[in-house]
Antibody, heavy 114, light 108 residues
Framework: QVQLVESGGGLVKPGGSLRLSCAAS????????MSWFRQAPGKGLEWVSY????????DYADSVKGRFTISRDNAKNSLYLQMNSLRAEDTAVYYC???????WGQGTLVTVSS | EIVLTQSPGTLSLSPRERATLSCRAS???????LGWYQQKPGQAPRLLIY???NRATGIPDRFSGSGSGTDFTLTISRLEPEDFAVYYC?????????FGQGTKLEIK
C-alpha cells in the first residue's frame, strides 16, 4: 500500500536549520510530482513547496522562498525539505504528499523556539 | 494569489441531515483544479474531491462536489457520525496553491 513517512522534525532555535525527509513506498515514486504542506498549531493548511518528477522544476510559497529548498532522490524514493533561517512562524506540522493530493504522510512537527 | 473563502465557518447539523459547504475564489480557478479535503483532529487531510466534482478513490457517494469558475460546493447528502470534521477547499491550478480557511462541521 502507498506510504509516505516524514522524519526530521524537532525543536530548533530561531535562525537554525532542519532537514525533513519523506520516505515513499508502495508506488512508483519517480512517476509522481510531490509537494510539502504545513499546518501551524490550531490553524489551517498551507502549501509550502512543489517539485516535479525529475526535480528540474520547483516552486515555493512566498513565505519560505529563499529559505527552504525542496529536492528529491528518485533512486532512494525520498523527498526532502531543507529549511534554513527558521522563524517562530515556521512552527507547524509538515506533511509531504503526492501532487494529486491523494496520499499524505502523517506529518512531522517542527518547533522553532528559543 | 487566489484567495479562497469558505462559508460558513462553522456548520451545526445532526446525523442524517444534508450539509452544503461553499468555497468562493477571488478569481477563476484554472480548469476546475479545485479539491476538497476532510481533516479530523491529529490526522492528515484526506482527499474527498478533485477536479471540482470527481470523488477520490474510496470516498462514499454521499459526498459530491460541484461548481466552476469562482463558486464551488461540497455536499454531503446524509451525514454520518464520522463526517463531523473540518473541511478545506484547495485550488491547485495557479501557484501559490491556496487553501480556504476551513469549515468546521459539528454535531448539533
Amino acid at each position: 500500500q502507498v506510504q509516505l513517512v516524514e522524519s526530521g522534525g524537532g525543536l530548533v532555535k530561531p535562525g537554525g536549520s532542519l532537514r525533513l525527509s519523506c520516505a515513499a513506498s508502495g508506488f512508483t515514486f519517480s512517476d509522481h510530482n510531490m509537494s510539502w504542506f504545513r499546518q501551524a498549531p490550531g490553524k489551517g493548511l498551507e502549501w509550502v513547496s512543489y517539485i516535479n518528477i525529475r526535480g528540474t522544476y520547483t516552486d515555493y510559497a512566498d513565505s519560505v522562498k529563499g529559505r527552504f529548498t525542496i529536492s528529491r532522490d528518485n533512486a532512494k524514493n525520498s523527498l526532502y525539505l531543507q529549511m534554513n533561517s527558521l522563524r517562530a512562524e515556521d512552527t507547524a506540522v509538515y506533511y509531504c504528499a503526492r501532487r494529486e493530493g491523494d496520499y499524505w504522510g502523517q506529518g512531522t512537527l517542527v518547533t522553532v523556539s528559543s | 494569489e487566489i484567495v479562497l473563502t469558505q462559508s460558513p465557518g462553522t456548520l451545526s447539523l445532526s446525523p442524517r441531515e444534508r450539509a452544503t459547504l461553499s468555497c468562493r475564489a477571488s478569481q477563476s480557478v484554472s480548469s476546475s483544479y479545485l479539491g476538497w479535503y476532510q481533516q479530523k483532529p491529529g490526522q492528515a487531510p484526506r482527499l474527498l474531491i478533485y477536479g471540482a466534482s470527481n470523488r477520490a478513490t474510496g470516498i462514499p457517494d454521499r459526498f459530491s462536489g460541484s461548481g466552476s469558475g469562482t463558486d464551488f460546493t461540497l455536499t454531503i447528502s446524509r451525514l454520518e457520525p464520522e463526517d463531523f470534521a473540518v473541511y478545506y477547499c484547495q485550488q491547485y491550478g495557479t501557484s501559490p496553491y491556496t487553501f480556504g480557511q476551513g469549515t468546521k462541521l459539528e454535531i448539533k
